[in-house]
């Protein structure tokens, strides 16, 4: 029972007011988000909102990360939207539960351990891009139907409901924090909305949001290699977009909350999640970092509140749908603005002329990307590939030499600098083989053999020494660069030298052996 207990958060220390209102708020705000991303993949609005429910729900009991909040997103809606247009809503249903099960394999391999590889440049980029998507969504509450801008009165007057939810948000922590702001200023616009009959767009001119109980539904698609074919590229890159976006929003919580959510479990549950999703009508999802930055901005800190979430959709869906409807659109629309000033990193801003250029290209590179191509997974993989080669180039740029001849003739090099596919080049150059006397020592304390174009190439070296009938000693290897050597000695043969402070190999008649 205490396990149990313990599961959802239920301990004295918690402040249930704060996370059921925030529950509460989080529901509201996943509303409108859940229904448009339904309808840009061309489904019905209750997939959204059921895909919502059921992933929010899952994610929020089983996730690895109490406070963040899943549930139907657009980065999911851009990639589904051809194949629902093409083969319709069932295939959709198929897709996400094959796409959850793809999740699920992937937490279960411990591959949730990749994030590390995200540098925070990449991570800078990716919350920017998000931010200025969230921002630009909101531009279309100031458009009418056939897509142009509001003029005079209805313009006028949905800036001072937009602006006045900012304010109040801004506002109202400064002067008590006994309710929610984000909650606080939906209430205070629908009450002004109504009490004065102002004419302005609400939830219900979007789409109506009345429903039942998810239904249970196994796909009716055939099960066949075909079908296989036809949604397994969609499955992989939901499945990724998927664990992208969640994962680095976790990161982004952990750093809110200095707390550390846990990345494989929160990918199982994701596609615990997905695979639910899928059986119960839902259009599946992944993490919102939008709803999270409310939820976590309202006080909440445990599993509470998404779990009120979900539960309070539903009930609004079942039960609530007429009052829903008719909250105003300025009021989510402001809330969501503020969201974006929140999510935005201005610190990122003050590193152009601190930070390494390399890093602001990353950047700028992973912020364009997600922003006018709309594809998480192509920005983070981009940035991550960029970042990647060039930390490979500058420290291929590093590798160093240091040269001088002992008492006994021999020259020493000494290397600085890790020796790998980036740096072989550099490291010939360094090398007088005709020159050079008849015994070299070739010192790698300051320097690391990292890869197989790092053996190769002293294979190579020492090839060409030996032509020219001289000797050539390696010495101070590591013992993961001796590993490395000694798994190698089929097809390379050098030479190392005991040394008194690092236990190395000295030559046995193939070549190579241990001390």
């Known amino acids: 029972m205490n396990k149990i207990l313990a599961l959802f958060d239920f301990s004295p220390e918690v402040n249930y007011r704060i996370e059921i209102l925030a529950g509460l708020t989080v529901a509201i705000a996943l509303i409108p988000e859940a229904v448009a991303f339904a309808l840009i993949a061309g489904l019905s609005p209750l997939t959204g909102l059921y895909a919502a ?24 809606a851009v990639v589904i939207v051809s194949l629902a247009l093409s083969h319709g809503a069932e295939y959709i249903f198929a897709t996400v539960i094959l796409a959850g099960i793809l999740q699920v394999s992937a937490g279960v391999l411990r591959l949730g351990k990749l994030m590390r590889l995200v540098p925070h440049s990449v991570i800078f980029g990716f919350v920017n891009g998000l931010a200025i998507i969230i921002f630009m ?24 409901l937009v602006l006045l939810t900012m304010l109040i948000i801004w506002g109202l922590p400064k002067i008590t924090k006994a309710v929610p702001p984000s909650l606080a200023a939906i209430l205070i616009i629908f009450g002004i909305v109504a009490g ?11 789409a109506s949001i009345q429903g039942g109980f998810p239904p249970f539904n196994i796909p009716k698609v055939p099960f066949s290699l075909e079908t296989l074919m036809i949604i397994f590229p969609y499955a992989a890159i939901v499945a990724a977009v998927g664990l992208i976006e969640s994962l680095l929003t976790l990161n982004i919580i952990d750093e809110i909350t200095e707390t550390r959510g846990r990345s494989n479990k929160e990918a199982v549950a994701q596609g615990a999640g997905n695979i639910l999703s899928g059986f119960f009508s839902g259009m599946g999802g992944c993490a919102m970092i939008g709803q999270s930055l409310i939820n976590v901005s309202s006080g909440s ?26 909250l105003p659109m300025a009021a989510l629309t402001g809330l969501m603005i503020m969201v974006a000033i929140g999510t935005f990193e201005w610190a990122s801003l003050r590193t152009f002329n601190k930070m390494p250029p390399s890093d ?54 000494e290397i600085y600098g890790p020796l790998f596919f980036g740096s072989v080049q550099v490291f010939n150059d360094k090398f007088d083989v005709l020159g050079d006397p008849d015994t070299i020592y070739i010192d ?31 010495k101070h290897l590591s013992k993961d660069c001796r590993k490395l050597l000694n798994n190698a000695r089929d097809i390379i043969e050098v030479n190392m030298v005991e040394d008194p402070t690092y236990k190395v190999l000295v030559p046995d008649s193939k070549g190579i052996a241990d001390v």
Do not use: C
């Not at 004065?196 to 979007?206: A, E, L, M």
């Not at 779990?307 to 008719?326: C, D, K, R, T, W």
């Open 360 to 413: 602001i290209l990353v950047m700028v590179l992973v912020t364009l990307i997600t922003v006018f191509l709309h594809n998480l997974a192509l920005a983070v993989i981009v940035g991550v590939i960029v970042a990647a080669l060039v930390f490979a180039w500058d420290n291929a740029k590093r590798i160093r030499a240091r040269k001088h001849v002992d008492e006994n003739g021999a020259k020493h090099y």
């Open 196 to 206: 004065f009959g102002i004419d302005t767009r609400t939830v219900g001119d979007i």
């Open 53 to 76: 429910f059921v992933m929010g729900l899952v994610t929020a009991i089983f996730g690895g990360r109490p406070g963040m909040i899943s549930g139907a997103t657009g980065a999911v």
């Open 444 to 474: 790698f304390a300051e320097s690391r053999v990292v890869d197989m174009s790092a053996i190769e190439a002293l294979n190579k070296l020492t090839e060409r020494y030996q032509k020219q009938g001289k000797k050539v000693y390696l």
């Open 301 to 326: 800190r445990t599993r509470i509140a998404g779990i009120v979430a979900a539960v309070m959709l539903l009930v609004f869906v079942m039960f609530g749908a007429g009052l829903i409807e008719s």
């Open 137 to 160: 969504s909101q531009l279309n509450e100031f458009k009418a139907p056939p897509g142009e801008w509001l003029t005079g009165s209805p313009l006028f007057v949905l800036l001072g």
